[in-house]
């Protein structure tokens, strides 16, 4: 499986939400790992139709759409090969709750669900806007939603 590419080492961009309670030191690198590990789960379970790990990353609704999307890949006998190039920067709500806001270049293409092959040349790198929710569960960053963000 090709893996998201990790982004360039730079100072992390953080935004603070106005009136957000205070985080605790870390969280935003905390949520940066989280939002990583999110990707490197999910691109997984797109190329393998596996969905037995998705619930360490994710919960609530975009664990159940997640869920949906790959069984319908697998009903079709298809999966995905993600390739996305992220740049992002972590919005801190308060000390259980986050955001990522991600404008990353997609060159994402589906494969045949047995051999691997391609279904379709490789994305030709569209850029998509999408703000993902995180809410500390359990001690774990999760992403709990996810939406499209129209600029």
């Not at 590990?37 to 664990?63: F, I, K, P, Q, R």
């Not at 190039?85 to 669900?113: C, M, R």
């Not at 047995?114 to 809410?135: H, I, M, N, W, Y």
């Amino acid at each position: 499986a090709t893996l998201p590419a990790t982004p360039t080492a730079s100072p992390l961009p953080i935004v603070v939400a106005p009136g957000a309670t205070p985080a605790p030191p870390g969280t935003a690198q905390a949520v940066e790992r989280a939002y990583l590990h999110y990707w490197d789960v999910y691109t997984n379970a797109l190329y393998t139709l596996d969905t037995s790990h998705l619930a360490e990353v994710m919960s609530g609704t975009e664990l159940d759409g997640r869920r949906q999307q790959i069984d319908e890949l697998r009903s079709q006998n298809r999966a995905a090969n993600i390739v996305v190039e992220h740049h992002y920067e972590i919005v801190l709500l308060g000390p259980s709750k986050a955001g990522v806001e991600d404008h990353y270049v997609n060159k994402s293409y589906t494969i045949d669900a047995t051999s691997k092959r391609p279904l379709q040349s490789p994305g030709a790198g569209e850029t998509e806007d999408v703000a993902f929710q995180f809410e500390l569960v359990d001690g774990s960053w999760k992403v709990v939603s996810s939406s499209q963000v129209t600029r």
